[in-house]
């Protein structure tokens, strides 16, 4: 090479390594390896690959490293997605996609040639502080600076750095009262006819949708009792706009904000893409239009500048750096699930991306020196202002219960993929006295103990100035940090289970663990299987109920200083002395919130508490667990949920608001109107809610049918595992298969993925491929050859339409797991009846992945013969529904490969290593 040359990615060889094989390219020829020559080369030599973490699984290397072309992207083109795979780079810069996996490493050669070329084009738009990231990369040692540095001229001037560029949120009135105006019918349809476009086809249950919500806005009558509708709308109805029209309309008619809520994030950002539709103009739909999320799920600022200026070392400080890059361009800085790619933080090995977010209640508001700036604040007022606000169900539930933002509480809301709506509460409305949550609980009182690190502050310094003003604060600060000493501390766990507790709460934790195994070992199950142990908190003996009194007596303790204080902090912001300014009273005001939900959370332990030795009330179940992984145990709890948690859902969330629509395309879950009325809270409320229903229009009968596999045994995974690769086969990739248990999604993927690559068909799968699985379900819909194995994650909330899905295939009836809670609403809701209801709406929300547009077509195929017949209602009517065996239902599939078009390139298939590229 020429010295005075700048270094090219050519000199360095290229490797690509597979389920069907490992090619290595240098010197400009390409040929097979083995696994231990790319292992040795990789180690002696910098080698440019895809993904290093997922080519490290396949050599069986995990610490494989090198120059990542994801990384380089990810510098190069901050906030902009792609696929991650060859194909998807490729196509985003407009090279040819490769014809065999041989072809790959000449074109991730091609891939680092064309991302470094952008560095030096005149309209390069991710150009501003390009220059100063990669000197502070270089200084890291990150493998792509030396190729980088020499095509990126110094600036002229010093380059604005991310805090400085950031622009700050400000202040405004609060927002007035919506006003109270009720929809005119032909103003909503025309509406829709605008979001529809000109030339859409019409829908009559479209229309006949939007008439429907758009009552659900009108004025309501009584307090207590919102207008309310529970509307099922089959597939491809276009609920989405339907919803929209009446929203968008009331909401700009009203002057007020309509809060649209779902499960997933993946329906997040498809709703964000829908809002296009409203507002063509990004200026105004950036004002119009908010994203909201949790706190956790935000970049924290403060967080970023540790980790920027040395509290991350080695490859978490390249991550820190590379999101600084994003940071700088990013539409909302949301982490997860937003422009952040979902790829980024696993090619670390998540090393680090997690301490980047507030996940720790560590947030000091406005005593942050980025608090102006911040994401999570930003968004927050953001959406006090817009119009739609796009949100989940777990941050309106906890906004509801919380008391944040009461001067922001919707009146409105749109409840999207409602049939998630009990889980939700469920989840929300929970408590859980755990090591875990009790160590965090005494971290956030008395911050950094020991040789810990981080920036975490406790109580007095986070409020030293307070305490050095008001006397009575300071006594209540210093008592909450000497009752939080009686909290379990670093390394609780192994005392614990040494029979060595320290302190109250880990003494509870100790006869908590003792009375699992005795009762576990009791009832049959194998208390050595290494899986997560629990048992019914029915009839304690003595030890658990002293254990839990002297526990109770010790959370007192802490209650009573924590709650004098949030009562201290409320009288200095009524008479405020001279040094509150703006930024000390909103940094007191964010410290009386964050004192308010936790001693909501103690209050919750002490409820719970006293059941122990107590009665039992009939509104809660409460039971004990041991959580382990792969025979570690990890944490130990006590539980209490809800037996209804629709009933809290009903009293925060439901009751306040005036309006509500609780929507999806499997509301009724395959069954009646009771079953969505029970899970929604309706049945809560003394006004009944509207119902409306809507028929998907697709043409079921002869785009789909389902499949009953009748000759594969039960618990024979070599036979499952063989139905798979078969069916798969057969229908030339484009499955997704779900499975109830990870254990055996990870068997059958092993013994599948080496026979399926060679066929040429990719296969991935979640809990076994190092990727989030929203970049796995990306890759799956851009490839039609790919198929993904998952579990409930993907049952639900998986938009794939066309070819990319023409085969689902279930491991068998997806029954309800035997927990204790499940066991008592099992009793509760009518035995037998209430697990085949839950069924059936697992079932619909499977089938509901198949056929997502009029086009496409596909077989649904359960690998059970015992399937009961009584469960099959949960189908479509008018749906093929036949019971056959394996070579039957693999002709079926093999009739839903996909032909290659006329004139189209190979298709992408394997090549064996060492044959001619």
């Given at each position: 090479?020429?010295?005075a040359?700048?270094?090219s990615?050519?000199a360095f060889?290229?490797?690509h390594?597979?389920h ?9 020829e ?5 696994k ?16 290093a973490?997922?080519a ?8 494989l ?9 990810a ?5 902009r ?5 060859a ?13 065999t ?11 680092a040639?064309?991302l470094?070329?952008?560095l030096?084009a005149?309209d ?48 405004t ?16 349809l ?15 249950g479209?229309r ?11 004025p ?16 491809g ?9 009446p ?15 779902t ?20 200026e105004?739909?950036?004002?119009r ?27 978490a400080?390249?991550l ?26 696993t ?7 997690t301490a980047?977010?507030?996940?720790r ?8 020196p980025?608090y ?6 930003r ?5 006090a ?5 796009i949100a ?15 001067g ?15 889980d ?13 949550e009790?160590?965090e ?6 911050g ?14 986070r ?7 008001d006397a ?6 210093e ?22 507790p ?27 299987a ?5 048992t ?15 526990a ?28 509150v ?29 006293s059941?122990i ?11 004990l667990?041991?959580?382990r ?5 990890y ?6 949920h ?19 629509i ?26 009944p809610?509207a ?25 024979d ?7 798979y ?35 040429g ?12 699985t929203?970049?796995l ?13 998952g ?8 938009d794939?339409p066309g ?6 295939v279930?491991?068998g009836?997806p029954?309800p ?11 509760a809701?009518?035995?037998?009846a209430y697990?085949?209801a ?12 198949l ?5 496409d ?6 690998l ?5 017949s009584r469960?099959?209602s949960?189908?479509p ?40 590229p």
């Open positions: 090479m020429n010295p040359a700048p270094p990615s050519l060889p290229a490797l390594a597979s069907g094989g490992i090619w290595l390219r240098e010197n400009g390409t040929r097979g390896i083995s231990g020559e790319a292992v040795s080369r990789a180690a002696e030599t910098p080698v440019i690959l895809l993904n973490p997922l490290g699984q396949r050599l069986g290397y995990p610490d490293n090198g120059l990542d072309l994801l990384e380089l992207w510098f190069v083109h901050p906030a997605f792609v696929v991650p795979t194909k998807g780079l490729a196509e985003a810069l407009d090279l040819a996609a490769p014809a996996e041989a072809d790959i490493p000449a074109l991730c050669h091609a891939i040639e064309r470094i070329a952008q030096s005149p390069w738009p991710e150009r501003e502080g390009a220059w100063t990231s990669a000197q502070s990369l270089h200084r890291l040692r990150w493998p792509w600076a030396q190729l980088v540095m020499p095509h990126l001229a110094t600036p002229q001037q010093a380059e604005r750095w991310l805090f400085s560029k950031l622009p700050e949120w400000e202040e009135a609060a927002r007035p009262a919506p006003r109270t105006i009720s929809l005119d019918g032909d103003k909503v025309d509406r829709l006819d605008m979001l529809t476009g000109s030339g859409a086809e019409p829908r009559p479209q006949a949708y939007a008439e429907n919500a758009a009552a659900s806005f009108a309501r009558a009584m307090r207590d009792q919102p207008n309310m509708l529970l509307a099922e709308a089959g597939t109805i276009g609920k989405t706009l339907g919803y929209l029209a929203a968008s309309l009331w909401a700009a008619e009203a002057n007020g904000a309509v809060w649209i809520s499960y997933t994030k993946a329906l997040q950002r498809q709703l964000d893409r829908e809002t296009l539709r409203l507002f063509p103009n990004a105004t739909r950036k004002k239009v908010v994203v909201r999320k949790g706190r956790e799920n935000y970049l924290c600022l403060l967080n970023l500048e540790d980790a920027l200026q040395g509290g991350f070392a080695g490859r400080a390249v820190a750096q590379l999101v600084a890059r994003w940071a700088a361009f990013t539409k909302d800085g949301d982490m997860v699930g937003g422009d952040l790619p979902g790829w980024l933080p090619l670390f090995r998540r090393n680090g991306s980047l977010t507030d996940r209640g560590e947030c000091i508001y406005a005593g942050c980025h102006r700036k911040c994401f999570i604040e968004a927050a007022r953001a959406s202002d817009a119009d739609i606000v989940n169900h777990a941050l309106v539930m906890i906004n509801a219960a919380r008391g944040r933002e009461a922001n509480q919707p009146s409105r809301i749109v409840f999207d993929e409602g049939h998630h709506l009990f939700a509460a469920d989840s929300t409305f929970s408590a859980l006295l755990s090591g875990q009790a160590i609980l005494r971290r956030w009182v008395i950094p103990e020991g040789t810990s690190r981080g920036r975490r502050r406790g109580l007095a310094a409020l030293s100035d307070v305490a050095s003003y009575e604060g300071a006594l209540a600060i008592a909450a940090r000497h009752a939080a000493q009686a909290l379990p501390g670093d390394e609780w766990l192994k005392r614990v289970v040494a029979g060595d320290f302190g109250p709460v880990e003494a509870l934790l100790a006869a908590a663990r003792g009375t699992v195994y005795a009762r576990a070992a009791e009832s049959g199950k194998d208390a050595d290494g899986y997560g142990l629990e019914e908190l029915a009839e304690p003996d003595g030890p658990l109920v002293e254990a839990a009194q002297a109770a007596e010790a959370l007192d303790a802490l209650l009573r200083p924590l709650t004098h204080l949030a009562k201290r902090l409320e009288a200095v912001i009524e008479d405020a002395p001279d040094w300014d703006g930024q000390a009273r909103a940094r007191i005001e964010g410290a009386i919130a964050s004192l308010g939900w936790r001693c909501d959370l103690v209050a919750a332990w002490l409820a719970l508490l059941r030795g107590g009665p039992a009330d009939p509104d809660y179940v409460d039971w667990a041991v959580d992984y792969e025979g570690r145990e944490d130990i709890g006590i539980h209490r809800w037996l209804d948690p629709t009933k809290p859902l009903a009293q925060t969330v439901l009751k306040p608001a005036h309006g509500v609780v929507t999806s395309a499997t509301l009724k879950g395959g069954g009646g109107w009771d079953l969505a009325e029970a899970r929604s809270g309706t049945l809560h409320l003394p006004r809610a119902r409306f229903e809507a028929a998907s229009p697709f043409d079921y009968p002869n785009q789909a049918e389902v499949l009953v596999v009748t000759d594969i045994k039960r618990g995974i070599a036979a499952m595992s063989g139905a690769a078969r069916l798969i086969e057969a229908a030339q990739g484009g499955t997704l298969g779900l499975f109830t248990a990870i254990r055996r999604l990870r068997a059958v993927h092993a013994r599948i993925a080496d026979r399926l690559a060679r066929a068909l990719p296969l991935f799968a979640q809990h076994v491929d190092p990727m989030d929203g970049t379900v990306d890759i799956f819909r851009d490839d039609p050859r790919a198929s993904l194995l579990t409930d994650a993907l049952r639900d909330g998986v794939v070819d990319s899905l023409r085969l689902v279930m491991e009836v029954w797991k035997p927990t204790v809670l499940h066991a008592a609403r099992r009793l809701g009518g035995g037998s697990d085949d839950l069924i059936r709406a697992r079932l619909a929300q499977a089938f509901g992945r056929i997502r547009r009029a086009s077509r596909g077989c649904f195929v359960i059970s013969a015992a399937m009961p469960l099959l949960a189908f009517p008018g749906v093929a529904i036949r019971r056959v065996t394996l070579d039957e239902a693999i002709l079926s599939a093999s009739r839903l490969s996909v032909p290659e078009p006329i004139g189209a390139p190979p298709a992408f298939v394997h090549q064996d290593p060492g044959s001619d």
